[in-house]
């Protein structure tokens, strides 16, 4: 038995909770042989982000990913008994059981406004927001009138503020591909079809946050943002992976459309124009910023 099987045995006699932390689980994998040492390394390595953007050393090095790591030190089980349905099958290409298709209502709803945008969480958010908000203004001034191509200026701060960590070949090819987004803006499917196209991976976060920055009505997708909505994006080897990708999008999209109109997100908007009252962003992007900064 390895220490995702003891894990799921901890998960089904509720002895863990859904996210858990390596505290969590020390007592009973300690009682059961493994080391601080294995305890401490094996989650982080054997995960990935929900957005499969951050990976772990085993992970990237082509092992399945077992964990969904949430930042912070939490995790939770890809495969958590909690979402098991009899469409779950065996992947050959992973070894592991792959995510089942989801339920309609399956991880693919997201929580109410009023769930995400309580108070407390806006208040503590509000004052996080502002070392990025001048960045974020200053990147879409720019993008109107710059070759993104070949603007080295903007690609570093574009790259700083959207944490891109990819080579300068990937860089190149999303770079051309803003610059074909700007010229006719067709969305986020578009995006992800072409950069799957032209690299052979799915990057469903950076297609959004090139999408977001040509249409700024579109959301950013991201580890944090899956996590405080309640969703999460189909790991490597899951079937019907991008049209379940799509789904999800297409979900946040809905959130946000419904969170401008809700109470909450009007309260929200709101305290952030009170906040700073010289932005120049849209109604959407500034409920974008305030779900990211809740952590």
């Known amino acids: 038995m390895n220490m995702k099987d003891h894990i799921i045995r901890l998960r089904v006699s509720d002895k863990i909770p859904y996210r858990w932390t390596?505290?969590?689980?020390?007592?009973?994998?300690?009682?059961?042989?493994?080391?601080?040492?294995?305890?401490?390394?094996?989650?982080?390595?054997?995960?990935?982000?929900?957005?499969?953007?951050?990976?772990?050393?085993?992970?990237?090095?082509?092992?399945?990913?077992?964990?969904?790591?949430?930042?912070?030190?939490?995790?939770?089980?890809?495969?958590?008994?909690?979402m098991a349905n009899t469409d779950e099958r065996k992947s050959p290409e992973l070894g592991v059981a792959a995510a089942p298709l989801p339920r309609p209502d399956e991880r693919i709803e997201p929580q109410s406004a009023n769930q995400v945008l309580t108070a407390e969480a806006v208040a503590l958010a509000l004052p996080r927001v502002a070392p990025g908000l001048a960045r974020y203004e200053w990147l879409q001034q720019q993008v109107a009138t710059t070759d993104t191509s070949t603007d080295l200026d903007f690609q570093r701060a574009f790259n700083g503020f959207y944490r891109v960590r990819r080579n300068a070949g990937w860089r190149g090819e999303f770079y051309a591909v803003l610059e074909l987004e700007k010229a006719a803006p067709r969305g986020f499917e578009w995006v992800f079809d072409e950069l799957l196209t032209r690299l052979g991976r799915y990057e469903a976060s950076f297609a959004s946050k090139l999408a977001a920055t040509v249409d700024t009505d579109l959301p950013v997708v991201d580890a944090i943002v899956l996590s405080n909505l309640g969703l999460r994006l189909p790991y490597g080897g899951a079937r019907r992976r991008k049209e379940r990708i799509f789904a999800v999008y297409r979900s946040i999209v809905a959130w946000y459309q419904k969170a401008l109109g809700s109470h909450a997100g009007k309260c929200a908007v709101a305290l952030f124009d009170a906040a700073y009252p010289e932005n120049r962003i849209g109604d959407l992007k500034k409920l974008d910023l305030i779900v990211w900064q809740i952590r």
């Open 22 to 82: 390596r505290s969590d689980i020390r007592p009973a994998l300690l009682a059961a042989g493994y080391s601080d040492n294995t305890i401490n390394s094996v989650p982080s390595n054997a995960s990935v982000s929900p957005d499969g953007v951050e990976q772990g050393d085993y992970v990237r090095r082509g092992r399945a990913a077992w964990f969904f790591r949430h930042g912070g030190g939490v995790y939770s089980l890809i495969d958590d008994p909690s």
